[in-house]
């Protein structure tokens, strides 16, 4: 297992009670600032960042585990800011919705959790206010949020501890970027017996008591109500009700109506085949960890297949670790900058290759080029705020054959994909998109124009693969 830099100082560490000593060489913990909490301290306060989740979330089991040793009570954090980078109404009302869930599930553990809003809602002020011997946060490997707790790290005179909560495999283990998946799959594999078990969900024994007075936002109201600076140009969905109730509810259906078929039908856009988790997983909502589990627990009902849980779990935990790894290790990960060497080479060599034709990124944005199912999908991501992974495959790479050169396709690809997805600005996205464009996790094929050695989809075989005029009936027929 490889080392982590970040690791407490030994002086520091031996301030610690053992209990803590022993927490923060889990490789899911990263310690930002060591030392011990602070004696004089009336609680451990959890920043609930990118895990939006009472149960299944390693960062509130850690929270819960310290304050029991320290005899403390806990309180869960969530500040809900009107800038998060390129988030709008529809990305807000499903995190809103599930704000709800999080207050009832911690409840259940004996956890108060507080949400507050700009202009009152500095997490250092709440520190101060409800004096905090410690602060526990989660991680999230995109630029914008990793900086803000390397920032907070700086500024805090406490011990702050960030936990690795919303992979299966703490994301540490592997300290390098892998090109592609069979190389990293191995390595994954030999960690799951590790991890691939229930957490504890202990409670905590210590309940906080509200001070007279204590200004917090009611977690059923709108959080955005009054902001002015905030982009309310993308309508919420009825497609999807955000919050971990309505995703545990969605993983049922899963497990019992469709993951059987799935690693037939994953690829069949226009068959309900796949678990729709993507939205709840990118929003914390719900843990990958719960989800295998229940795959794992459906295999040995006799409810699914081998073949369907190792093609599950392959997405859920290959692809999906694999996307993890590769925002962590390359810094320009939305960008063509992070392609490879032979894909950047190539790209630049049919970069004035005659696009014919071309369009506007307004053109894409309204669905309107030549070609019916890419219209299709685009419209399915506009309305619904999802897509299926084969049309977005597609998606992409036609972008990519329409826009004036790769660069530009690449940065149109992330405007429209994080603006319109409700699961967009993830991992994931960046990472489906420099496989498509930028031949990220891939290899080179056979040179042809626009593409060089880029995988080609082209629309005739792509449509032929699957029902492609149902899902476009399909799409046509969706409500807005
Ligand atoms: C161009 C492009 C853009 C994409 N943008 C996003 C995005 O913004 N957010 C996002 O979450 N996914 C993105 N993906 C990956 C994938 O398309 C979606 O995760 C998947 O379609 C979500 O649907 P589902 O939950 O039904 O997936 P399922 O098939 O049910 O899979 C279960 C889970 O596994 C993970 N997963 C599945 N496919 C992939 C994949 N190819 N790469 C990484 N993880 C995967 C997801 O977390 C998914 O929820 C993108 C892929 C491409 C090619």
Known sequence: ??????????????????????????????????????????????????????????????????????????????????????????????????????????????????????????????????????????????????????????????????????????????????????????????????????????????????????????????????????????????HFTGGTHAALKRLRHFVQHQLAHYDTQRNHPEVDGTSQLSPYLHFGHISPLTIALAVEDAVTAGHATQAARDSYLDELIGWRELSVNFVKHVPGYDSIECAPEWAKKTLEEHSRDRRDPGYALEELERGETCDELWNAGQVQMVKTGWMHNYLRMYWAKKILEWAPNPAIAWEWAVILNDKYELDGRDPNGYSGIAWAIGGVHDRPWFDRPIFGTIRFMSGASTGKKFDSKRYIAQVSALEV
């Open 1 to 238: 297992m490889a080392a982590k830099a970040d690791k407490t100082p030994e002086k520091s560490k031996e301030e610690l009670p053992a209990l803590l000593k022993v927490l923060a060489d889990d490789p899911r913990v990263t310690v930002r600032r060591g030392g011990a909490p602070l004696p004089e301290g009336k609680c451990v306060v959890y920043w609930m960042q990118r895990a939006q989740r009472g149960f299944d979330n390693p960062a509130v089991d850690l929270a819960v585990a310290i304050a029991n040793e320290l005899g403390l009570p806990l309180v869960v954090y969530f500040s809900a800011i009107s800038n998060f980078p390129h988030a709008n109404l529809r990305h807000y009302c499903f995190l809103n919705q599930g704000l709800a869930d999080i207050e009832e599930d911690l409840a259940e553990r004996n956890i108060a959790f507080v949400v507050r809003r700009p202009p009152g809602n500095s997490l250092e002020a709440l520190l101060g206010e409800v004096g905090a011997a410690m602060v526990i946060g989660d991680e999230n490997p995109c630029r914008e949020p990793e900086r803000w707790r390397k920032v907070l790290a700086r500024r805090l005179s406490l011990p702050f501890w960030t936990v690795d909560a919303d992979v299966v495999v703490p994301s540490s283990i592997f300290s390098r970027h892998f090109y592609m998946l069979h190389n990293m799959r191995p390595k994954l594999h030999a960690e799951l017996p590790r991890y691939l078990h229930p957490l504890e969900n202990a409670k905590a024994q210590h309940r906080w008591a509200k001070p007279r007075g204590f200004e917090h936002f009611a977690v059923r109201e709108d959080v955005t109500h009054g902001w002015r600076d905030f982009d309310r140009s993308v309508k919420p969905v009825d």
